[in-house]
Nanobody
């Protein structure tokens, strides 16, 4: 099931944004949902992931301490709270689901653009 990312935008350095990841139907407890990003002209990279059932989280070193992934089971939505944004965080952000961590998603939904600039 493709995940739909939203919540991107233009923000100044040091600012915050909260991205949402929604999908139709229900999410099984064995699912891992995660965020990836792709800066212009570069490869897609892992940002953060969360195990839907236990809530255990994983985070890339580049965003540790600034980004937080969470989930709301009742809304079937995952979130990425991004604080202390830097210009190098500028990218298209995608969310995806998989059955294991590390993740190797088979499909990608439409991403959301995050631009950090003054």
């Amino acid at each position: 099931v493709q995940q739909q990312a939203s919540g991107g935008g233009l923000v100044q350095p040091g600012g915050s944004l909260k991205l949402s990841c929604a999908a139709p139907g229900r999410t099984f407890s064995s699912t891992v949902k995660g965020w990836f990003r792709q800066p212009s002209g570069k490869e897609r990279e892992f940002v953060a992931a969360i195990r839907w059932g236990t809530g255990r989280t994983y985070c890339a070193d580049s965003v540790k301490g600034r980004f937080t992934i969470s989930r709301d089971g009742a809304k079937n939505t995952a979130y990425l709270q991004m604080n202390g944004l830097k210009p190098e965080d500028t990218a298209v952000y995608y969310c995806a689901a998989d059955v294991a961590y590390p993740m190797s998603p088979e499909s990608w939904g439409q991403g959301t653009q995050v631009t950090v600039s003054s």
